[in-house]
């Protein structure tokens, strides 16, 4: 009996980046799916209906990942597939009871309220999310299920997939 592999969609405008992630992800067994913008990502959500989704922060524009994964969380279609963000930024881990209450705290903090993202990791629970401003300086928060570090380390992202996909 023959097992369906597991899809993941990268949506990154790296060609780099991608032929890396899809070398890693198609050795661990996984078919890989990809997209270099949002627009492109769309359409292979809705196409291809992936297990879990790696997306990119910057792309044709500074927010156009973050702006495609609250896209997902807002859809009834793909609001419950795991989505995590690949980035370089630095991630803040907490503690605290929500990940969304440390980053209002982080925003009061003169050491970080003028960051432009705060990416927030709950390193008891494992919950996270994203507390960005915007062009205009409004701020916009959003959970995800995780995060994986740039530059690709092939352990790393391998362990952070297989927590969120079964």
Do not use: C
Request: hydrophobic fraction near 40%; proline fraction near 3%; avoid cysteine.
């Amino acid at each position: 009996m023959e097992t369906t592999k597991k899809k993941i969609l990268i949506v990154d405008d790296d060609i780099d980046v991608i032929t890396a992630m899809k070398a890693i992800l198609n050795k661990a067994g996984y078919e890989v799916i990809t997209a270099m913008n949002k627009k492109e990502g769309l359409e292979n959500l809705r196409a291809k209906k992936p297990d879990l989704a790696i997306l990119d922060v910057m792309m044709t524009t500074h927010f156009e990942g973050f702006e495609l994964a609250q896209e997902i969380l807002k859809s009834p279609e793909f609001k419950n597939m795991p989505t995590l963000i690949q980035s370089s930024i630095d991630i803040l881990v907490t503690s605290k009871s929500t990940v969304q209450e440390m980053a209002r705290e982080y925003r009061k903090d003169p050491n970080f309220k003028d960051l432009q993202v705060l990416l927030v990791k709950n390193i008891t629970d494992g919950t996270a999310g994203i507390d960005y401003m915007d062009e205009k300086g409004n701020s916009h928060w959003f959970n995800v299920n995780g995060f994986i570090k740039k530059p690709v380390d092939a352990k790393k992202i391998l362990d952070e997939i297989e927590k969120h996909i079964k």
